[in-house]
């Protein structure tokens, strides 16, 4: 090659680098969601939320462009190290950002752990993680297994009067663990889970379980499905005619993002969550109708966990004056942070989770209409957790 060739591809590519600078993003961002299987809705609404409130700053937080690098989990525990480690170690992203299965995301926070990268989990409930596996680098926008659960046994027992009840949920750890936080609520208010019922994750051939349940005759049951799954459970509960006779309670999941597709089977059915259509709080109204504008549907739960996840990266951004790379600042930030949620406000508690108001919602239309708070500012106990504030 002679000399002016070789300088001209010098000069290309330092222009292309120089570019590429100038171009780059400032902050890197890896969504890893499901986007195919029962829990596919939940994920994008998760990720249309964060980009809402991204949108809504400009494309910045704390003053710094937001670049997105995205994986498909496919809610596979299987897979999740090679999915995360796609964003940590090839993508090389700041802040890892996801998911919605529990087991996926106790994948996600071993690699958020050993490499130090900034993790937020916008839905997977998992009480270990913010509890023993709980870490400097590892925050949750959304809730633990055991704290709308814990609310639904305290409602059953004591407002709803029931003495027994019957879980049925699928056998992993947020089907478990919301069996348990409601077994907990309801028998320290006096009332007595007869039997757990359970199905691998995300088996929906409920029609064997449905049976035992009529044979079994509680008072009332208790389930934790969610998505699609959920869908399919309520209507199979409402075809079976128990509904008529055991009222079917549940944490939020069964019911949010999926009443257009449960219609009448959802009707008048009691579930506690962290959120609720209508609180009529400003932020809330704020949200919502941006979000109708944009996306042309209502936002549900995971929507908000979405928002509010990006709210709480930008909170740990502001504090660093947009320095990243200035992790422990950052890592404050979010620590300290009150965020202005469309659930009402929250702060952290020292394991990284939300202390949070859980709502009494009844299905009302198309609605999971607030009924008032069942457990006011609940923070999860983060047994095991080490993490002071
Ligand atoms: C979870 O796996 O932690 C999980 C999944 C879906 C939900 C709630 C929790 O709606």
Redesign the pocket.
């Known amino acids: 090659m002679n000399n002016v060739k070789k300088a001209t591809i010098a000069t290309a590519i330092m222009l292309a680098g120089g570019l590429g600078q100038a171009a780059q993003a400032e902050v890197k961002v890896g969504l890893m969601l499901p986007a195919t299987g029962t829990?596919a809705a939940?994920g994008k609404a998760i990720e249309n939320g964060f980009k809402l409130y991204v949108e809504e700053q400009g494309g910045k937080l704390g003053g710094q462009q937001i670049q997105y690098f995205a994986v498909d989990d496919e809610s596979d525990p299987a897979k999740a190290p090679e999915n995360t480690n796609r964003l940590v170690q090839r993508d090389k992203v700041d802040v890892l950002v996801g998911t919605?299965?529990?087991g996926v995301a106790m994948g996600m926070a071993k690699i958020a752990r050993d490499s130090g990268v900034i993790y937020i989990i916008p839905?997977?409930?998992?009480d270990m993680l913010t509890g023993p596996l709980c870490a400097k680098n590892i925050f949750r926008s959304s809730f633990t297994?055991w704290q709308p659960a814990y609310g639904m046994g305290i409602v059953a027992a004591e407002k709803q009067k029931h003495k027994t009840a019957v879980t049925i949920n699928w056998k992993y750890?947020?089907g478990t663990e919301a069996a348990d936080g409601f077994r907990e609520g309801f028998e320290a208010k006096g009332g007595k889970v007869i039997k757990e019922l359970t199905l691998p994750f995300p088996n929906v051939e409920f029609q064997s379980l449905l049976t035992e349940i009529s044979s079994l005759k509680p008072d009332a049951v208790f389930a934790f499905f969610?998505g699609g799954g959920a869908v399919k459970f309520v209507k199979d509960y409402d075809a079976s005619g128990l509904r008529k006779t055991i009222p079917l309670y549940g944490p939020g999941?069964l019911t949010d993002g999926t009443l257009a597709a449960q219609g009448d089977a959802a009707k008048g059915m009691l579930t506690t969550l962290h959120y609720a259509d209508e609180l009529n709080n400003p932020k809330d109204k704020a949200f919502r109708k941006h979000y109708q504008e944009k996306f042309s549907m209502e936002p549900d739960v995971y929507a908000v966990q979405g928002y509010d996840a990006a709210q709480l990266l930008a909170a740990g951004l502001n504090h660093a004056k947009g320095d990243i790379k200035n992790k422990d600042t950052v890592i404050e930030g979010m620590e300290q942070a009150k965020v202005d949620s469309p659930r009402g406000p929250f702060t952290m508690s020292k394991a990284h989770n939300p202390v949070q108001n859980i709502y009494l919602r009844e299905v009302v239309g198309n609605h999971n209409k607030n009924l008032g708070i069942a457990v006011a500012n609940l923070e999860d106990p983060a047994k095991g957790c080490k993490l002071s504030k």
Do not use: E, I, P
């Open positions: 829990y939940l919605v299965h529990s839905n997977a409930g998992a297994n750890a947020a969610a999941f």
